[in-house]
């Protein structure tokens, strides 16, 4: 079945520190693949999204992700946490065919300390 | 650019009663999907509205959850009977392409800020 696995309901970080999201799909055929964060009492916002080509995606907010088809995964990292950076972070997959629907994995809440 | 926008933002009611949510989509986009949020999970797609028609409502539980796209527009979803369950964020999103074929590539979603409906 198809799906997306985010490890780590919660990760904590010092500010300045290297902040690592990981997720993961399953699904023989490579999907497409998207980072959405999501502030308190907010929607979603879109940080970044992987459709085809280079396999290094930069989005907003300095954040990248790289997509590795050998291992299933589409990690989210910056170099340098902000405290601005706290918030909930989902990794989500739209599968080939369809209509454009996405699903999200359980998401990952970061906490940034001083 | 205006955002997708929803209301109410909060709604609290009893089990066994009713409520609705509204959306409405960002101008000109001709796809609108509901989410279902539950506290600790991702997003979960209920219903996806292209244009007027239903292109997808396979998570949407008919015998107690209903949506409606009216002039291809705003939508509104409703609960009838409210169940315990039911507790969550309702969130809306939009995309700007239309048409009812299959296609590849992706077109992105904005999403609304939510309605979170807390069930006594």
């Known amino acids: 079945a198809q799906s997306v696995t985010q490890l780590g309901s919660h990760v904590s970080v010092s500010e300045g520190a290297l902040v690592l999201l990981r997720c993961n799909y399953s699904?023989?055929?490579?999907?497409?693949l998207f980072w959405y964060v999501q502030y308190p009492n907010q929607g979603l916002q879109l940080l970044l999204k992987?459709?085809?080509?280079?396999?290094l995606v930069k989005g907003i907010n300095g954040f990248e992700a790289e997509f590795k088809k050998s291992e299933t995964s589409f990690h989210l990292t910056k170099p340098s946490a902000h405290m601005s950076d706290a918030a909930e972070y989902f990794c989500?997959?739209?599968?080939?065919?369809?209509?454009?629907?996405?699903?999200f994995g359980a998401g990952t809440r970061l906490a940034v300390h001083p | 650019e205006a955002g997708v926008a929803q209301s109410p933002r909060y709604k609290i009611i009893e089990k066994r009663q009713s409520v609705a949510f509204w959306c409405n989509p960002i101008?000109?986009?001709?796809?609108l999907y509901w989410y279902q949020q539950i506290l600790g999970q991702g997003p979960k797609l209920l219903i996806q509205?292209?244009?007027?028609?239903?292109?997808?409502d396979s998570q949407l539980p008919k015998d107690r959850f209903s949506a409606e796209r009216l002039k291809g527009v705003d939508s509104t979803l409703k609960i009838q009977p409210a169940k315990l369950e039911d507790s969550a964020v309702y969130l809306c999103?939009?995309?700007?392409?239309?048409?009812?074929?299959?296609?590849?590539?992706?077109?992105?979603?904005?999403f609304g800020p939510g309605t979170r409906l807390t069930v006594l």
């Open positions: 999103a939009s995309s700007s392409r239309g048409g009812t074929i299959p296609f590849e590539g992706t077109d992105t979603q904005y």
């Open positions: 699904s023989s055929v490579p999907p497409y």
């Open positions: 992987y459709t085809t080509g280079a396999t």
């Open positions: 989500a997959v739209r599968f080939s065919g369809g209509y454009n629907k996405l699903i």
């Open positions: 101008s000109g986009h001709a796809t």
């Open positions: 509205f292209q244009n007027n028609g239903v292109v997808d």
